[in-house]
């Protein structure tokens, strides 16, 4: 099903529509004209969106949801093959396409500009969105977050050019056909499907290796987990490092890197492009939902930030961006992601938090998982505390209760993947932004 057969794509139904990839591919659909319905468990910011555009999402999943005359179901990694939904449309002979297969077949009729690696990818791509679209451009962008200067996940463009997010996890990365492929920085992660680094940077080898003669790879060439890896390239490879530092709205010398990789990508794109453009295009760049967020002031005055961090480097360096951001105390809620990764990068974590006054470690997100006991929240602040750091498990609710103690001087963040994010929103919601 190439990209110039979609418009035989009638009505597409979504199961997990509001994950971030999954609805900005909704998005993506609804505006080449197709009727789009979807379903997920709960609420959120993203389905939110959707209906403000138009799309039905149901809550919660039955086999009723799926439309009549439904031409393709496309469902997130996270909905298994016996989900309600799923099973109507193989009774019904259905076709189904997982997020990233659908994701590919849009990419191989566009000239794809894929933003991977393991952290900044999010930011990385709505910087290098926001950079060609006030370039004129025109690309069609897809961002893993809402990004503020969007007001979405997604941007419509007029071009082939196509700045999409990329996700190494169960090697969707390969699904894209990428004329330029940022890889940011590259460490182990998603344990769960990569039994080790070199399997990780396996996937990488291939991924740099299908990039055409007459593309890109936009990366730091003297990255250890990088370098060996692009002896496989055929297209000329740029060192995103040597861009010069931007100025920038967001914090962080991860956010500087961050920008210098999507300069160094715009320029792929557009060789035109002037440094004054691209510099103004980042000095004016809010950022996106989840990343560094400023949420507001909670009932004692403290500051509130949110941020995704999942991963122990980003936990680190976010803390350490946010220890220069104040003078008093840093208190931290952090949302584990998966027994796996807690498991496996178990040390890392332990050792992240040394920036931070009082660490609150909620209970382990399973997603996908089951818990098979090796791991837990107590543990993980145990250790913790081992490194110096008050730290304690506590739920959501014990952890806004905690927060409370922080006063005007201080900053309190949320951290993590699943949705502690509710608990800064609440605690924001005491007096607004």
């Known amino acids: 099903m190439p990209w110039y057969e979609l418009m035989e794509i009638k009505k597409a139904h979504f199961v997990g529509i509001g994950g971030v990839g999954m609805s900005a591919l909704a998005q993506l659909l609804a505006h080449e004209g197709v009727t789009v319905t979807g379903s997920d468990r709960s ?102 977050s809402i990004t503020k200067d969007f007001g979405s996940n997604y941007v419509a463009g007029n071009s082939d050019w196509f700045v999409v997010e990329a996700c190494e996890y169960k090697d969707h990365l390969l699904e894209l056909t990428s004329e330029v492929l940022v890889i940011t920085n590259l460490e182990w992660d998603h344990t769960d499907w990569f039994p080790s680094l070199e399997a990780l940077q396996e996937t990488f080898k291939k991924a740099i290796a299908k990039v055409p003669a007459r593309g890109v790879i936009v990366t730091d060439i003297k990255n250890p987990n990088i370098a060996p890896l692009l002896g496989a390239a055929q297209a000329r490879v740029v060192d995103y490092v040597t861009e010069p530092g931007y100025q920038l709205l967001l914090p962080g010398e991860f956010n500087q890197s961050n920008a210098r990789a999507a300069a160094a990508a715009a320029r792929a794109v557009l060789p035109s492009i002037t440094d004054a453009a691209i510099a103004a295009s980042l000095a004016s760049f809010h950022g996106t939902w989840r990343r560094f967020e400023y949420k507001g002031k909670s009932k004692s005055g403290a500051d509130v930030y949110d941020d995704y961090a999942h991963h122990p480097t980003a936990v680190r360096e976010t803390l350490h961006a946010a220890r220069q951001m104040t003078s008093g105390r840093l208190f931290v809620a952090f949302h584990p992601h998966l027994y796996s990764r807690t498991r496996d990068l178990f040390d890392d974590f332990a050792a992240s938090f040394t920036d931070a006054d009082k660490v609150f470690i909620a209970p382990i997100y399973a997603a ?26 506590l739920d959501f609710a014990g952890i806004e209760q905690a927060f409370a103690e922080a006063g005007p001087d201080d900053v309190v963040m949320t951290m993590g993947a699943g949705d502690i994010y509710q608990v800064a929103d609440a605690l924001a919601a005491h007096t607004g932004k």
């Open 368 to 393: 996908r998982e089951e818990d098979d006991g090796s791991v837990s929240s107590e543990k993980l602040a145990e250790a913790i505390r081992a490194h110096g750091v008050d730290a304690s498990a």
């Open 43 to 144: 609420t959120s910011p993203t389905t939110e969106l959707l209906e403000s555009k138009g799309m039905h999402v149901h809550i919660g999943h039955a086999t009723e949801n799926v439309p009549e005359e439904c031409d393709v179901l496309i469902y997130s990694d996270a909905v298994p093959t016996d989900n309600p939904e799923r099973a109507e449309a193989a009774r019904r002979g259905i076709a189904q396409l997982s997020y990233f297969q659908m994701l590919g077949k849009v990419s191989a009729g566009k000239r794809t500009v894929a933003v991977s690696g393991t952290h900044g990818k999010t930011t990385t791509t709505g910087m290098l969105g926001k950079i060609l679209i006030d370039a004129r451009v025109s690309p069609t962008v897809v961002v893993g």
